[in-house]
Structures are given as C-alpha cells and as structure tokens.
C-alpha cells in the first residue's frame, strides 16, 4: 500500500512539474521586418532577456524560439539597427517592426568600400554623426540639403536666404570651404578655391543613402582639406533587390517636387540597374526667388564573380535661380516704422518686373553632370584593391548689372527695380555724333545704358582614387594608395541680355592687352542668355570677345597616402600618412597681349598629412578615443595671383593645421551617448571673403586676408534616449571657443577687379571672435510612435555666441570694439509621418513638415561688424546699419510617397 501511494504521489508531481512547465515556458513566433521599407529582415537575432536562450529569423524573415524561465521578454537586434526589447508572451507575436540605427553606417552594401571611409562605432577613433536614409527622406522635404545635417554637434546651417541652393554649412567654426566634401570617397570641393554650391548638387536628398559627418581632421586616408569636419556622402548604387519609389511633395511659395525612381536588381547574369528622375520648382520664400531644376541619376552594375565587381553611376542637376543678397536693416524696414515685420524680411532688392513678368538682376544657372566608374577586386581573401575613376563637367554661371552710374538701379514706388523704364532708357540713348555709331542701332556706351551680364564658369574635372587593403594577420591590416586629379576652369563674362540695346561699346580697358587688340573699344551685340539647359553650346566660342575678363587655369593634383591599423575585440589603432603635390599655371587673354605673357609661371606646391588615434573599449558600453594629426596644406589657387593677374603672390605659402580631439562613448539597449572635446590651431591661413567693400549695394566684392591665425576649441554632446519601444528623446550640444589670434594684412577688390583702399591694409584681429556661426548651441529631439505606422516628432534648437563675419572696415584701427554679437534665436520643428503597409512589402507614406512653427523672426548672418551706439535706430540691439541675412520664417511641406 505505502509503495502504491508513493508510486501517485511522484506520478502526480512529475505531471505538475510538466504542466508548470508548460505554463512558464511556451513558444514564441513572430516577423522582423524595417519599420520604414516594411522589408523583411533575414538574420536578425532574437535572444530571450537574461538568458542565452535564442535564434535567428529564417530567409523569411520568421523566428521561432521556446522560452525559459525567467523574463519573458525578447531582445531583437540586427546589424544597422537599434536593439530593442519586446514583451514576450507565448504565441505569435506578429510582425515586429525595428528601426534603423542613427549610430553605425558600415553595415551599407555600397560600390567602392575600399575609397569611402566609413567610421565604425566603437572602432574608429573620431568624433562622428551618421543620418540614414530614412532620416534624410523625412526631414528633407523642401529644405537644402545642409539643413538635414543642422541636429548634430557644432553644425551650424545658415537657409536659404539668400535663394535656392544658397544654404551654406560650418561646422566648428570652419566655413565650406575648409570641410571636405565626399561623395563615395571623391572629393566634390572646387580645386581652385575649396568652395561647395548646394545649387549644384540639388539633388542630394534624392540620392543620398547616408550621411557621415567626421568632425576634426576625420578619417580619410585622402589630403584633402578637413580642416572642420568631413562629410561623406554615400549615394545610391545599384540595388541587390527590385524594387522603386515615386513620391509628390508639395510646400510654402508654390514649391511642388515629382521624383520616380527603379532598380532592377542583380539578375543571374550579375547584371542591376538604377534610374532615378525628379523635378523641383517653386517661387522661394523670399520676394523674387525663383527657381527650377531637375535631377537624374543612372547606375549600371556588373558582378562576374564573388571577385569582381562593377559600376557606372552618372548624375546631375541642372538648375536655375533668382537670388537675393544681404542689405541693410534699414532697407528691410519699408515703411519705416522702426520694426521689420515678416512680411518686410522678404524684401530683396535684386527683383522687378519686365513685361509683366518677373524678372532679376542676379541669376545662377548651373549644370554638373559627374559619371564614375568603381571597380572592386578581392584579389584574396587577405587582399583587395578599390579604384574608381570620376569625371565632371560644368557649365554656368552667375548674372549682374553691367553699367555705370544710376543706369542699373531705377526703382518704382514698390522699391522693385523697373526694369521696363531701364529698357525705356537704353532705347532713348542717342548714339548719332559718336565715333561707336552705327546707323539705324542703338548702342549704348561706357557709363550710359545697362544690360544684364553673365559672370561664366566653366570647369573640366578628371581624377582617379585607388587604394589596396591587406590584411597581415587577423589584428593587423595595412592601406597604401594613389589620387589623382586635374582641373581646367574657364572664366569670363559676357552679354546675358541687352535689355532694349541693339549693343554696348566699351573702351574701359585701361592700358590691357583687350585694348591693343580692339585700339577703338568692342561693341557687344550678341546676346548669350542665361540657362542651364544650353549644355551643348560653346559659350568659349571666339566669334564675339569677352567682356570686361578672360582668364582660365590648369590644375593638377597627385597624392599618395598610406595608412597602418591594428584592431581587435578592445583596442584599435591606427596610423596615416600622406604626401601631394600640386600644380598650377593662369592664362589671361584679356590682361595681355603678347603670347609669352598670357601664360603664367606654372607655379608648384607640396604638402602632407599625418594623423594618428586609438579606441579603447572598456567593456561591452564605455569606449574611450583619441586622435591627433597635422595638415601643411597647399594654397588655393586664387590665393596665388595677385589683382587678377598673371603676377605671383610670393608671400603665399602652405597653411598648417594642428588637430586634437578626445571622446567618450556608452552604449545600451536604452540609452546612447557621445562626449568628445577638440583643439584646432590653425597657422598662415589664407581668406578670400565676398561681400560689400564699396558699399554700392552689391554682394561682389573680395577681400583677401593674409597668415591668418585661428584657435578652435570646444566640447560636443550627442545622445539618443529609448525610454519605451514607442518613444524616442534625442539630443546635442556643443559649446566652443573660436578666435583669430595675430594681426593680418588684407588687400580688397571691387566685382570690376579694380582695387579698394591701399595695398596691405593691417586689421586688428588678435583675440577677435570667429564668426558667422554659433559657437553655442544646443538641442532636443523626440519621435514618438502613436500606433502602428503613425508617428509624430519635433525638434527644437537654441543658438547663441552668433557673431558676425570679419569686414575690413570694422578692424582697421586698434581700438575697435571686436566681432559683433547678433541676438541668439531658438527655432522649433515639427512632423507627422504616416506609413500605410501593403501587400508584397509596399509602403505607402505621407509626411508633413513644419519648419519655424513659431515664425521665430532672427538674423542669421551679419556681414558688418556696425556697433549700436547711443541714439542709434537698432533692432533687437542691432545697429540698423548692419547687411544681415534673415532666416526663413515659418515653411511646410508635405508628401506622399509609394515605395514597391
């Protein structure tokens, strides 16, 4: 009986036990699939929390995982993706939906990983922001492209003031033109003064698959000029998969954007290709800036084998716009009243009516088709090589007033230029009596009559980067390589439009070789219009002379570059070298005469990079860096001849930049954050500045200030906060310290070339505050999931320490009273995302934007440094004399797009 009862009693609690069992453990199912492209995720890992309980999804993207004990909950994460946390109950879990990372970039499949250099986290020591793609095509909407970089540390975007594609970028207190710009690894920056136009590049937000943002010196292995930051831009290839998109948006002042695009995907024969259209247009959101343009990108991609592959991608964005410069507070003030509504900071100067229709003095038109063919060999399973060969063409330029006195600028009652009277004007001009008359013509002359010109630019572009990768072992692994490029640009101005004149005789050469070849002046009568369209005409043509310069430029550029690196689970580092020449020479056909002049001495300059770091990896969240490096930088060529011509700038040398910078990362499930502090010192710099030195009202003048010198130092913060698996808190800061330290000399030219003031003027620049950005800001994000597909954000930022640019004026005497402080500003926007899943992983998405929801009024750039003093008109403490910029007030867009 007892041995009975006992065999029960076991029976019974082992069938408890299997039946708690059951209870506690069960089965979870479930779909990992891209909360943006509703894609499935293949590979991703599914672990049960506080266990090493897991698996992986299936070429379907399934799991299926048998939990234990303990949390029931489940981590998923994915290469590219943040980690997230789910509540795990047994059964089927549904389709789970994980965000892309805003952290790593490296996970990428592009074309010519071995010429882009993408810095991984946690790994290579430099102080980084990475913007996805999902996070371009949402942002983006009708804004430039810089601005989708404004929410990271130390960048600071000046709008679209001025027009379309006028968006300029600092970042740590260096302008465009010291930051280096790379699209897949190739250098994009102009060769002869550094300079980027966003209007050239106006579809960037299209193409665009990521953005990485290396502060400092950075970490390409290139000697190219990342004096503040390198921005690496990694464009669309050919897709792996099928697939294509077409979206509608629609904004403030009439802007509307249509953009197609399809992949064919990879077949069996390791053939793919990509095409890509869009058209944009709108009226500007200041008075009279209009502006249209296009955009295409194709991509043809071969793979052969697993060795080889290949690609040919080729895109451009041929586009026209009005635009507006800087002026005076007081010119904003219409009716002045004192104030300046938002209405009134709209006004821009540069605009009228011909015929009923709108019309402009200043007008940039461009086109810059660029086509590159990338070749990746896996020579090995230890050895590769990368090379890509680029080319550009470009085509262009800008358009002004071309006549003396108060013939260009008749305003009506509207304070709008009248262009009809202008024309009235040159058709009531009486030529009869003069030694230019030609019977039946109306031909204006030097100081009578206007006309629009066109200040052309046209350039040739060719250059070629390869690297070879080899690793020694599993730690060690080393990079040498080669880049090449040559440039020829072509510069001049000709008649646009007569405006009314049959011709325009000039005889103002003063004594230049123009005045030998034409002893009786040149009458200008063909008019060569202003369109970015007209790719295929030879506006170099010789049938017509140029009018007022002529002066082209050959350079070329050789570079080697090696790099050594050492990584493991905890440590990595590494070391780079770099050497280049460059060379240059100037031809003037205008200047001079005689052939052995025309052609300058080819000038010759060398320079080097090194740079060095290390990232330590505490354990599985902290991380250490470190890095350090120097620049002796070559001069920009138009730094190298003095007063547009052919004579040599013999005190120009070589620019050194000392770069040093430290960070601290964590990592978590929850919770990211970055900390990095920097020290930039720059020596013997060179600055070429535009603006407005012979105050006739226009933005055309330059000045050039000789060895420079400029302190950077500063602390950056960047975190992102994932309290709940539907809310996300984001945020940065920095603070910096940016001043000149010496005195300099500058010389200034007028936009006719003609010198203002004496030679090597002095300017008292010792301790001076580096401005047009803000040394101070800082901001906070948020994106909070409502329900599933339907989402809602905003971001608000805060700048202040906002100085205004250095004007030779204002620093001439030594008891000046330093950079001028403008008003700080903080700025509030706000989104909603909609995001309509469909069969066959289509997504259908509508967004909305609003940017300025406050229609915070602020200036955004000043050119003067015009201290209010007792009785003076101010606004918000600004002397009303000051040439500022406004930023936009409030603007929207919103989209609809279809993603299969």
Sequence with gaps: MKTQLFKRIALFAIMGLFAFSAFSQGTVTGTIVDSETNEILIGATIVQVGTTNGTTTDADGNFSLSLTGGQQKIIV???????????????????????????????????????????????????????KLAQIQTKSGNLEFPEVMKNTPSVYVASQAGGYGDSRINIRGFDQENLA????????????????????????????????????????????????????????????????????????????????????????????MSILLSHWEGDGYNDGTQGQGQTYFVSVGYKPSEKHSFNFSATGAPQWHNQNYSKKLSDYDRDGDGDITNDEQRYNSNWGYKNGKVWTWRKNFYHKPVANLNWD???????????????????????????????SYIYDSDGQIDFDQIISNNKAIDSSGEDFNIPGKTIGKYGTGSFRRASMNLHKWKGLV????????????????????????????????????????????????FQENYPGGYVYTVENGS?????????????????????????????????????????????????????????????????????????????FNLKAGGNYNINDQHNVFFNTGYYSRQPFFDDLFLNYTNEVNEDVGNEGVLGLEAGYGYRSNTFDVDVNAYYTKWTDRQIRQTGDFDNDGERDDVALFENVGQNHLGIEIEFEARPTQDLTI???????????????????????????????????????????AAQTSFGILANYKISKGLSVDADYRNYSNLYARIDPSSFGEVDHKGSLELPSFGLVDAGVSYRWYMKNNSV????????????????????????????????????????????????????????F
């Excluded at 970039?105 to 790994?123: K, M």
């Excluded at 300099?744 to 006719?752: R, S, Y």
């Design 730 to 772: 984001g945020g940065f800061a920095s603070i910096g310290n940016w001043e000149f330290s010496g005195n300099v000399e500058a010389n200034i030219w007028d936009e006719n070339r003609n010198p203002i003031g004496g030679e090597n003027q002095t300017l008292y620049l010792d301790g001076v505050k580096v401005g047009d």
């Design 466 to 513: 390869a690297n070879f990768n080899h690793e020694i072992n599993s730690n060690l692994s080393y990079n040498v390589g080669a880049d090449f490029r040559t440039y020829y640009g072509q510069h001049f101005r000709q008649v646009d439009n007569l405006l009314g004149l049959d011709g325009y005789w000039d005889n103002n050469f003063n004594g230049t070789g």
């Design 377 to 407: 060999w896996n020579i090995n399973s230890k050895s590769s090589l990368s090379t890509v060969f680029y080319a550009s063409v470009g085509q262009g330029g800008g358009t002004g007033p071309f006549g003396r006195g108060s013939t």
């Design 77 to 131: 994460s994915f290469i590219g993706y943040t980690t997230q946390e789910f509540d795990a109950k047994a059964g089927n879990l549904g389709t789970i939906m994980i965000d892309q990372s805003s952290i790593s970039i490296g996970e990428l499949l592009v074309i010519g990983n071995g010429v882009i250099d993408i810095a991984q986290d946690r790994e290579t020591p430099v102080a980084v922001s990475t913007i």
């Design 844 to 899: 259908m998405k509508f967004r909305v934007n609003v940017n300025n929801v406050l229609n915070k009024q602020f200036i955004s750039q000043s050119d003067t440094n015009i201290h209010a003093e007792s009785g003076d008109d101010t606004w918000e403490g600004i002397n009303m004399d000051n040439k500022v910029f406004f930023g936009n007030g409030t603007t929207w867009n919103a989209s609809v797009s279809l993603s």
């Design 531 to 607: 369109s970015p369209y007209m790719f295929w005409k030879d506006r170099n043509r010789e049938q017509e002379a140029k009018l007022d310069y002529h002066n082209n430029e050959r350079i070329s550029y050789s570079g080697i570059f090696g790099q050594l690196e050492y990584k493991n689970e905890i440590v990595s580092a590494f070391v780079q070298a770099a050497l280049s020449t460059q060379h240059y020479q100037r031809f003037d056909y205008h200047t001079y005469s005689d052939p052995d002049e025309i052609e300058s001495e080819k000038l010759n300059h060398e320079g």
């Design 181 to 272: 710009l790379l699209f897949n690894g190739q250098p994009v920056n102009g060769m002869e003064d550094g300079k980027v136009y966003w209007s050239n590049w106006q579809g960037l937000s299209e193409i665009a698959n990521a953005i990485q943002i290396q502060r400092g010196l950075g970490s390409s292995k290139l000697a190219i000029s990342s004096v503040g930051a390198t921005i690496n831009v990694v464009t669309k290839a050919t897709d792996v998969k099928e697939g294509g998109r077409v979206s509608v948006l629609m904004g403030n002042d009439k802007y509307q954007k249509y953009t197609a695009s399809y992949s064919t995907g990879l077949n069996d024969k390791g053939w793919g």
